[in-house]
C-alpha cells in the first residue's frame, strides 16, 4: 500500500472513530431513564460535552507539540492515545453517573484531541506535495465519519435490512428497546479506536523533532491582536464557536422530538457532512472571488439561517432534516475560512503558535461558553415539569449567529490584502479548492467536529 493510501485510511479510521459516537451522544444522555437513556438534564449534557471539549482542546497543543513531537515516533504515540482513548470510552458505556460521565469524558477528550493533531502532522510531514495532497487525504476523514455514523444504526439499532432509497440506503424495524442501544455507540468507537491503534503501526516511520518549537513562537502569536481583523475574527469566531457546539449537543434530542427513530438521526446528520464536501470544494474559489469577510459572513449568516428555520418547529419534518445541509456551509465557509485566514495573517515564523492560539481561543473558550449559555437557556426555556421549547433555543442562537455575521460584515477588513508575503495560504487561496483545503493546518473539524 502506498504511503498516501495509508494516510487517507489513517484519516478515515481518525474520524470514524469520533463519528461513531458523537451525533448520538446527546440523544442517549437526555433520553428518560424508562426508555433506556440516562435522563440528563439539557445542562448536564452541555457541561459533559462542553467542559471535556474545552479540556481537550486546551491541553492538545501540549500533548502533541510539547510532548509527543520531541520526545515520541509519532506513530506510536497516536497508537498509545488511541488505546488509552478505547478503553475509556468502552468504559464510559458501562456508567450511568453524571460525575462519571463528566470526568471520563474530560479523560477521553484528553487523549483524543492531540490525535487530530498528531494525524495531521504525520500527513504533512510524508506528502511530497501539500498543496495538492492533504485535501485528497483528508477528505477521507469526512468519509469516515459518515460510514461510521451509518453502519452504526444498521450494526446495533436496526434488523431486518431492506434496501431504500433514503441515505444510508439500508434500513429496517428497530430492535427492541433502542434508546438503550445506543450506549454501544462508544463500543462501537472503542473498537475502531483498538483497529486504528494497530493500523498506526503500519504508518511511516515518523521520529520526534527535539527542537521542533521556538521558545519565544508562542507570546509572539499573542501580538496578532494587535491587529484589528485578527481581534474582530477572534470575537466573532467565539460567538460563532458557542452555537456550533449547541449543534452537538441538541440536534439528535430536537430530532427525536420531532418523530425521527433513533437509528434515522445519525444518518440524518450525515447530510451535514455531505455538504460540507462540496462546500470545501469550492471554498477556494469562493475566496478568491468574494475575499474573506463575505465568505466569512456567508458562512455566519448560514447559522442564522438554520437556527432561524429550525425555530419553526411546525415545518414539514424533511425540510428540517434537509436543512443539515447548511451545516456544510456554516462549517466551510466559516472555519475554514477562519483558520485560512490566520495562517495568512501570521507572521511567517510564529504560523504553527498563530493557529493554536486561535484555536485556544475558540475551541478552549466556545465549548465552555455553549455549557453555560445551554444550561441557561434550557432553564429559561422549560417550563415547570415541561418540555424543553425549541423555538425559543434555535431562535436565541440565530440572533447570536446574526450578531456574528453582522460584526463581520460591518467591521472586518482584510489586512492581507496588497501584502507582498502572502505566504502559504495566500497563495493557496488563489490555487482553487485544493489550496484551500490544504491551508488547514489543524483541521478545523478541526478539533471542532465536521
Request: net charge negative; proline share 5%.
Amino acid at each position: 500500500m502506498s504511503v498516501l493510501s495509508r494516510l487517507s485510511v489513517m484519516m478515515f479510521l481518525q474520524y470514524a472513530v469520533w463519528g461513531a459516537w458523537l451525533p448520538i451522544a446527546a440523544r442517549y444522555l437526555g433520553a428518560p431513564t424508562e426508555e433506556g437513556g440516562l435522563g440528563f438534564a439539557p445542562g448536564d449534557i452541555a457541561l459533559i460535552l462542553g467542559i471535556a471539549g474545552s479540556v481537550g482542546a486546551i491541553s492538545s497543543p501540549f500533548i502533541a507539540g510539547q510532548i509527543a513531537d520531541r520526545f515520541f515516533a509519532t506513530q506510536r504515540f497516536l497508537a498509545v492515545l488511541l488505546l488509552l482513548g478505547g478503553g475509556i470510552n468502552w468504559l464510559l458505556a458501562e456508567q450511568t453517573t453524571y460525575a462519571a460521565w463528566l470526568w471520563l469524558s474530560i479523560a477521553y477528550s484528553v487523549v483524543y484531541m492531540p490525535t487530530i493533531a498528531l494525524s495531521n502532522s504525520m500527513a504533512f510531514t510524508h506528502m511530497a506535495d501539500e498543496q495538492r495532497d492533504f485535501p485528497r487525504v483528508r477528505l477521507w476523514g469526512t468519509i469516515g465519519w459518515i460510514v461510521a455514523s451509518w453502519t452504526f444504526p444498521m450494526i446495533w439499532l436496526q434488523t431486518g435490512l431492506t434496501l431504500d432509497w433514503m441515505p444510508p440506503f439500508l434500513s429496517g424495524p428497530e430492535v427492541s428497546g433502542v434508546t438503550g442501544e445506543l450506549s454501544n455507540a462508544l463500543r462501537y468507537s472503542a473498537l475502531l479506536s483498538v483497529v486504528y491503534a494497530l493500523f498506526c503501526l503500519t504508518l511511516p516511520h515518523t521520529p520526534p523533532k527535539r527542537d521542533a518549537t521556538e521558545s519565544l513562537a508562542f507570546a509572539k502569536a499573542f501580538g496578532l491582536f494587535k491587529r484589528p481583523s485578527f481581534a474582530v475574527l477572534v470575537l466573532a469566531s467565539l460567538l460563532i464557536s458557542t452555537v456550533h457546539q449547541i449543534y452537538f449537543m441538541q440536534t439528535a434530542p430536537f430530532l427525536s422530538f420531532l418523530g425521527l427513530r433513533d437509528s434515522d438521526i445519525m444518518p440524518a446528520m450525515t447530510i451535514g457532512q455531505g455538504s460540507e464536501i462540496v462546500v470545501m470544494l469550492l471554498l477556494g474559489a469562493m475566496l478568491k472571488r468574494l475575499g474573506f469577510r463575505i465568505v466569512l459572513t456567508i458562512g455566519a449568516a448560514a447559522y442564522l439561517a438554520r437556527y432561524g428555520l429550525w425555530g419553526f418547529t411546525d415545518l414539514p419534518v424533511p425540510v428540517l432534516v434537509a436543512s443539515q445541509a447548511l451545516h456544510g456551509v456554516c462549517f466551510a465557509c466559516f472555519f475554514a475560512s477562519a483558520f485560512i485566514y490566520v495562517d495568512r495573517i501570521a507572521p511567517r515564523d510564529v504560523r504553527h503558535s498563530a493557529q493554536t492560539v486561535f484555536g485556544i481561543m475558540i475551541l478552549g473558550g466556545g465549548p465552555v461558553l455553549a455549557g453555560v449559555l445551554l444550561d441557561d437557556l434550557s432553564t429559561r426555556f422549560t417550563p415547570a415539569g415541561g418540555t424543553l421549547d425549541y423555538s425559543s433555543l434555535w431562535w436565541t442562537l440565530a440572533a447570536i449567529g446574526g450578531a456574528a455575521m453582522l460584526l463581520v460584515f460591518a467591521v472586518f477588513r482584510d489586512e492581507t490584502q496588497g501584502e507582498g508575503d502572502g505566504g502559504a495560504a495566500g497563495g493557496a487561496v488563489g490555487e482553487g479548492a485544493g489550496g484551500a483545503a490544504a491551508a488547514l493546518p489543524v483541521e478545523a473539524p478541526d478539533e471542532i467536529a465536521p
